[in-house]
Structure formats: C-alpha cells, structure tokens
C-alpha cells in the first residue's frame, strides 16, 4: 500500500477510525465496563429510536439537507394513542397497526406540503413539532398511561423479559443467541462470496480476493463478537430485530432501488433530475411520508420500552437522528449518506453517551462534548471537500 | 426525396405577456442534421422544450406529428419512449453520483424491486465507448471535465434508444478541440442513420455538419435553407436571416460628448475558470475605456464577456492570474472584494439583475442606497428621510414609473427594474460603469430610455463599458467596439466603421482559428 491508497483509505473510513478510537478510549477510562455485554445489549436498546429515526431523517436528507423537526413530538403523539388504545382494553397488534398508520398519515401530511406546495420543510416540520406536542397532551389528557400489554411490551422490546426465548438452552450462554449469530455469519459470507463468483463468471468488474476476503473476515469477526456478548447476557433483544429489519431494507433501498437513487439525485441537482424525467415533487412527498411511517415505530419502541405514554417523551429526538446522520458522512446540502454511515454515527453517539454516563459525567457536560462532536464531525467534512 | 421524420405545424406558445412562438413550422427529414439557428430569445430553446413535452401537449397550439402520426406528449418520457431524445444546454448531470447513475437516471436497469448495479454499468460502458469515451462508467460525472461530461449526455441519449438527437448548444462550454470531436461523432452518427437537430450559435459549426438551416427570428420561422441546393450558403447569408431588422432611429444621438482621457485600462487580463482550473475563462486581454466614452463589447453568450467585467470589479469572479488594471493612469491593485472596486469609482451593472442585482423582496428605496449607503447614515446610522429623498431623486431622473419609492421591487416591470439597477449603482458614484447586457428582456420603449440615460452618463464624463449580445444596440450606441470570442478580444474598431456583417465575420474567422 502506497502513501496515497492509505490517505484514501482513512478518509474513506474516517467515522469508522474515530469510532474505534472512542471505544479505546472508554475503554480505558472505564476500565473496561464499556465493553461489558450488558452495555452491548443497552447500546441497542437504548438508542432503537436513534436509528430508526435516522433511518427516516437520511431519506429526507438526502434529498437536499432537508430535516424534519417534528419527529419528536411524532414519537410521543402515536405512543400516546397506543397507549390509550391498550388501556381501554384493545389488541396490542391492533394498538401497533394504528400507530404506524397515525404516523404514515402525519408524513403525507407534512409531506404534501412540503411536495406540492413547497412550503420549506423546516416550517413544516416545525408546525408539526408544535401541534404534535399539544395533540399528545391532548390524548393523553396530560397524564402517563401505563402499558400493561404482556405481549406487545416483549415484541417491541420492552419489560423485563424482552428477548427472543432461548431454545437451546446453554446454560450461562444463551445458545439460541450465539448460534443466530454463527448462521447470520455464515450466510453472510456465502452469500457474498456467491455474488463475487457470479460477477466473476459474467466478466463483470470485481473487488480484488484479497479485499473482499478481508472485509469479509472483519464483518463475520464483528457479527460473532456482538453474539458472543449477548449470549453471555440475556440473548437476542427483539428490539435488535426491528432495527436490523428496517437498517437492511433502508440500505437495500437507497442502493438497490430506482427510489432510491432519485433520493440521491434529486439532492445532488434537483434540476438534472427532472430533466431526465423523474417526478421530484413525488421524491419529496415519498421521503417525508416515509419519515413520518419510521416516527410511528420509533413511537411504537418507545412506548414499549418505558412501558408508558407520557406526553414529554421523546423530547429532542429529532436532533439526535439529524445528528446521527450527518456525524456518518451525510452532507447538509443533500446528495450524499448512506446507511452504513448513518450507523457508525449513531453508534458513536450512543457510545460516547454510555461512556460518559458510566464515568459519572455530569449530563450537562454530556450535552457540550455530544455537540462538539457534532461540530468537528461536520467541519471535517466541510474542510476535506474543500481540498478536492 | 427522404421520409419527413418530423413535422410540426403552425406552433404557437404563448407566456403570459409574451408570444414566444409565433405559427412556427418545421420540418426534419430522416437521416439528416438539420440545424436551428436564430438570436437569443428567437424561440429556439421554446420550440425544442415544445418537442420534447416540457412544455406538455394543451399549452400550446399546433401539431407535432412525428413517423407519420400525430404526438400529444405530456412529459418528456413520453417523447423519450418514441425516440426523441434532447440533450439540454445546462448539463443536467448530477456531479456527486457516478457516470452509470447518471446515465440510467430515470431509466433504471433491472426489475422495480432491484436495480441491475452490475449490467446498468456494462451497459453504460458500451454506450460510453460508442459516444467517443474511454472513462469507466463508475467513476463519478465530478471527477471528469465538461468536454467529457458532454459525451457522457449524448452517451445517455444514446441509452435510450434515440432515434432524434437534439442538441441544444452542445458546445457552448467546450473548448475548440473538444467542439471539433462532438461535430465529427454527430457526423459519424448521420452515417448510422440518426437524425439530429442541432441549436446553435456558432455558424462555423452549422455550416460544417448541417444538411439543412431553419432560421428563427422573433419566435417565427423565417426560412428553411438547403446547404446541397443550387446556392452555396454563405455565413452572411445566415446572418442576414438571423439579424433581418432594419436598422431606423432606435438609438437616440449623443452629441457634442468630448472624450477625454483613458480612465480604466487593464492589459494582459487573464482569468482562470473557478471550479475547472485548466480554463481560462478570459485570455490576455487587454482594452480601456476613456472618460465620456461609451465602449461596447460585444461577444455570443460565453465567450467570456462577463467573466472579464465580473474580474475587473474586484475578481467576483473566477481568479486572476496574470494583468495589470490601471484607473486615470495609476496602477491599482484591487483586492479580491468587490467593496474595493466600489471604493475605486467602478460599478458592475450585473445581466441578471433578478438573481445577482436586486433584493426583489425589498422596495425601490432599500435597493437603490444598497451599494453606498454610507451617504445616506451617519456614524452607521441609517438617515431614513435621505434615504428616501435620495431614492425619490433618482425615481425622477431616470424617469422610473411607480407610485412611490416604497413599492417592493419584485412587482415592477422589466425595463423598471432596470432603472432601478442602473440607480443603485449610479447613486454609488462611480467613474467607471460596467452595464452587462443593460437591455435584455425589456421592451422596446424601456430601451430607448436606458440608451437615453446610458448618454447622459457619458456627458456627465463618466466612462461606460457596456456589453450586450446584441449587435445592432453595439453598433448604436458605442463609440468604439472590442469583439470577444472564446475568452480572447479578437477585434476592435471605431464605431463609425462596423457593421454587423464585419464583425460576425470576425468572430467567425477568430472561432475557425486562422
């Protein structure tokens, strides 16, 4: 590797070094208690609406920098009718159905405006924070509404026993988790290795052995390493299902579908895009209802995992999903992010906030490091790109 | 006698206020490049967007039959489906993503659920290779020169399957060498059978590749031209089409304006292109400008006419490499901020003075102490009774039509708003005016009473510099003309002395390159 391939490489995988070098560095200062499975199994639980939300909010982003303020009071609103919902006695399937729609609906909503009557999104949204806001107390007549749902808490995640059962027994290391984690490994690295074959074979442009091989090695290594750790804890979280369902199809969709490309492109020249025939207002309307459908889930995790409706949840949510996004990679202007990156910067955040929670730093000073990671993440952006 | 491929009747599309086709008709025979030329604003680009289905079928009145039947497009896939593919002047890539993407954009390879990544780039490689490029279809539109970017959209339209090429000034930012390579695969095109239209200004390029000339002027069709016909095209045959106005009294005299001494001289002015460092965007020019003296340049749309006035006023544009500006005799050296240019007496009276000129948004007061007001406040604090005493003065003098000053500039007319423009920078005082383009998109009226003040400005002893694309207004209204083409000066002469034959014969001698 010559001194240019490396330059290349670090800057390709910035986010990814920085995030190692954050994780060492907890791990130091904590001595080690970072790393411990239970803090594993939290970093998930704990930040499900994270990626979830920033799911939704790279979509919009992408197509110019656009941001949707209102996901907050979104979350807290459908968690509040689900709520009231399963207190008056209704399915906890049915309670979820609702939810999802109620936000799918505020999405089109917002949407049309935002589409049709071009209304900047940054006023649509902040109408809908505030409205959505008042609508929650409103449904929740002020109060929390505890959620005593037995079934629904352990789908999404929440309760004291929201993991997937453990079939195979194993004793102190929950097998059923540890052999997921070997299959998905396994298939991973079959499938891959199946791709690379067949481009091969149709004379198609390919990753030299060697790289693929080694990506291939770090990924199943990681996969096996989270397993491991939450073997050694109380298994599969169900709230991981979720993410893991919406991250794959997300990431699917914005590099394997025409949609998803239009995000793209729309972001990069909206002018281009419609010149080659596609319909911008629909990518626009499609990216806020889609935003708001991933609002109604989020709001579904969250009312499972703190087990109630309480009209200031999910206050600031909005800002840890913008966040999330632009610390992985996506460009304020729109056109650029991806799902990959997105994850890394959501699971920096998450780490640095662990990390700083169980050093005992103060929450306030937690807020000030967690914006000036914010801050350099984003001016290194902007500065590496003004170089090219 | 070929088949027509395409005829469209009697078109006319009407914008609120404008006609901007007027009964056009237009025919294309197969196989053939036929090329659409005329001055700007002469329909061409409104007549191809008719075409294409920007415009859909209802907004405008006519026929468009194509293949023998009659086409009601309502968006531009559908006349994509049948083959009617147009390349558009801007280019309409997005730079961040690859050529492939690009080049399927709208179009995706694949089923709904997936995009085909892997056959969407082969694909993309083969059409790549047909359009002259050698570049993989994976690296990003970004990281390629504009030359090569425009291969990448006729490599795009080919991936469509086009049947009609429409070119809409594919060279217009293409340097000679790379102009010379699209003209010879458009030929090369011809020998596979395509048919293409080709817009243009360049009549170089007209006469090397095309089979047939239809001359627009005013959004009406003025007439078809055979180039293998008994009589041989020349240039000025064109030209005569093109320009066709007869010159009478539309510049008002100016007379008794002693011209004094040289006021702005700048002399081996040389500009690089901000984003694509190998262009320059001007090239070791060198002019100058008296005082009481009106210079016209004059120059087709890029070829770097406003680059060079954008430069002089504090390098607003681009970066300066190489030059000397020197005011009354005394070298300057400006630094790269256009508030040291106004501080030396130099105003630039911008073409776009909707997006670089006016706060639309603001009124006719605001706008006008815009660019000095520190002559309406003291110690920073704004005077709001001189400020619009000072508006109200110019409102007067140049004669602005508008109930008061307060009125928000963004619902005056045209040629009002540019009073208001030439206002804003005459109430900065300037020695030196800079007007690009002073007259565009204004009607005849309002041109006479810009020409007017344009007098008055050179008989207060002020020096003006104005550009403009259009030739007869040169020709009135300057004392001397310099002529631009392809970021140099190639040419200049005393008024008196042009016409608009000589001159168009000068930028064509200097586009050919002997």
Same mark, same amino acid.
């Given at each position: ?144 509404? @505890? ?6 808490? /352990? ?14 027994? +194993? ?13 998905? %490994? ?42 491991? /750790? ?46 080659? +025939? ?44 913008? %966040? ?15 799902? &990959? ?45 003004? /170089?090219? | ?27 294309? $025979? ?11 604003? =002469? ?12 415009? &859909? ?11 023998? $039947? ?29 050529? @492939? ?45 504009? @030359?090569?970017?425009?291969?990448? $959209? ?15 000034? &594919? ?182 003075? /909707? ?30 009774? %001189?400020?619009? =005493? ?95 083409? %392809? ?7 005393? =008024? ?14 200097? @586009?050919?390159?002997?």
């Amino acid at each position: 590797m010559n001194s240019r391939s490396i330059k290349a490489f670090l800057k390709k995988n910035t986010m990814i070094i920085a995030l190692i070098i954050v994780i060492i560095f907890f791990s130091v200062t904590t001595g080690g208690k970072i790393l411990y499975a239970q803090n594993i199994n939290n970093l998930f639980s704990q930040n499900a609406y994270v990626f979830i939300l920033a799911t939704g909010m790279l979509c919009t982003i992408l197509t110019g920098g656009n941001i949707d303020l209102s996901v907050g009071s979104v979350v807290c609103f459908t968690g509040g009718i689900g709520a009231v919902m399963m207190d008056r006695g209704i399915n906890g399937f049915i309670a979820f159905f609702v939810m999802i729609l109620v936000g799918l609906l505020i999405g089109m909503f917002q949407g049309f405006w935002v589409a049709y009557v071009s209304v900047p999104p940054f006023i649509v949204t902040l109408a809908g924070m505030y409205a959505f806001r008042g609508l929650s107390n409103v449904v929740l007549n002020g109060y929390s509404i @505890g959620v005593r749902d037995e079934m629904f808490l /352990k789908v999404f995640g929440g309760g004291a026993d929201c993991y997937i059962p453990n079939f195979l027994g +194993g004793g102190k290391l929950n097998m059923t988790c540890m052999v997921a984690g070997v299959v998905i %490994a396994a298939l991973m690295v079959v499938l891959n290795i199946k791709t690379w074959i067949a481009r091969k074979v149709k004379g198609y442009s390919n990753e030299s052995m060697t790289v693929e091989i080694a990506r291939l090695v770090i990924f199943a290594a990681l996969i096996l390493w989270i397993a491991w /750790k939450l073997s050694n804890y109380k298994g599969i979280p169900t709230v991981l299902i979720w993410i893991c369902a919406i991250l794959m199809i997300y990431h699917y969709i914005t590099q394997k579908t025409a949609i998803g490309r239009y995000l793209y492109a729309v972001g990069g020249n909206r002018k281009a895009t419609e010149l080659s +025939g596609v319909n911008t207002k629909k990518v626009f309307f499609l990216a806020y209802s889609n935003m708001g459908l991933m609002a109604g889930l989020a709001g579904v995790l969250t009312l499972a995992r703190m087990a109630q409706g309480n009209p200031t949840f999910g206050q600031a949510y909005e800002m840890d999903a913008i %966040a999330a996004c632009f610390i992985g990679g996506a460009s304020a202007y729109g056109g650029i992010g991806s799902v &990959p990156g997105m994850v890394v910067g959501a699971i920096l955040l998450g780490v640095i906030n662990q990390g700083m929670s169980i050093m005992g730093m103060s929450t306030n000073y937690q807020s000030v490091v967690k914006g000036l990671v914010l801050l350099v993440a984003v001016m290194f952006d902007v500065v590496s790109k003004k /170089k090219e | 006698m070929a088949k027509i491929l395409l005829e469209m009747k009697n078109i006319t599309k009407t914008f609120p206020g404008v006609k901007a086709l007027d009964n056009v008709n237009f025919k294309v $025979e197969e196989g053939e490049i036929h090329a659409l030329v005329g001055e700007n604003g =002469a329909g061409k680009s409104t007549l191809m967007n008719v075409l294409s289905g920007i415009y &859909p079928y209802g907004t405008y009145e006519g026929d468009i039959v194509y293949d023998g $039947e009659v086409c009601k497009f309502n968006k531009i896939k559908d006349s994509e489906s049948k083959g009617i593919v147009i390349i558009h002047q801007e280019l309409a890539l997005v730079p961040e993503m690859t050529i @492939g993407e690009n080049m399927y954009l709208g179009n995706e390879v694949g089923s709904k659920a997936a995009i085909d990544w892997d056959k969407t780039y082969s694909e993309a490689d083969k059409y790549l290779k047909m359009a002259g490029l050698t570049e993989s279809s994976k690296i990003k539109v970004k990281e390629i020169g504009t @030359g090569k970017q425009q291969l990448v $959209e006729i490599a795009k339209a080919l991936s469509k399957h086009a049947r009609l090429l429409i070119l809409d000034e &594919p060279t217009s930012s293409l340097n000679e060498e790379d102009s010379k390579a699209l003209l010879d695969l458009m030929l090369n095109f011809k020998k596979q059978g395509m048919t293409m239209i080709i817009i243009t200004h360049k009549l170089n390029e007209v006469a090397y590749v095309s089979d047939k000339i239809t001359v627009l002027r005013d959004g009406s069709t003025i007439e078809t031209l055979d180039c293998h016909g008994a009589e041989k095209i020349s240039e000025d045959r064109i030209i005569k089409g093109m320009v066709g106005r007869e010159m009478t009294n539309r510049f008002p005299k100016r007379e008794n304006v002693p011209i004094g001494d040289v006021m702005l001289e700048v002399s081996n002015w040389t500009v690089q292109h901000p984003k694509y460092t190998e262009r320059n965007v001007v090239n070791d020019v060198s002019m100058n400008v008296r005082k009481g003296e009106v210079v016209g340049i004059y120059g087709l749309m890029g070829a770097g006419r406003t680059e060079l006035a954008m430069s002089i006023f504090g390098q607003s544009y681009g970066t300066l490499l190489n030059g000397t500006l020197k005011i009354n005799g005394q070298e300057v050296k400006l630094r790269k901020s256009p508030s040291d240019a106004i501080r030396h007496k130099i105003a630039y009276v911008t073409e776009d003075r /909707k997006g670089n000129g006016l706060v639309l948004s603001q009124s006719i007061k605001v706008n006008t102490t815009l660019a000095n007001l520190a002559a309406v406040s003291k110690n920073t604090v704004l005077d709001k009774d %001189a400020e619009y =005493a000072a508006a109200e003065d110019y409102r007067q003098k140049l004669k602005t039509k508008t109930p008061s000053v307060e009125q928000l500039v963004g619902n005056l007319s045209g040629g009002n708003q540019q009073k208001v423009l030439l206002a804003k920078w005459m109430f900065a005082e300037p020695d030196i005016l800079i007007l690009d383009e002073p007259t565009r998109g204004i009607d005849v009226g309002a041109k006479y009473e810009i020409y007017c003040i344009i007098n008055d400005l050179a008989a207060a002893g002020k020096s003006v510099i104005m550009i403009s694309s259009e030739l007869p207004e040169v020709i009135g209204m300057s004392d001397r003309i310099y002529i631009m083409n %392809a970021s140099r000066i190639v040419g200049e002469m005393p =008024a008196s002395e042009a016409t608009q034959e000589n001159i168009m014969s000068m930028i064509l001698a200097s @586009g050919r390159g002997d």
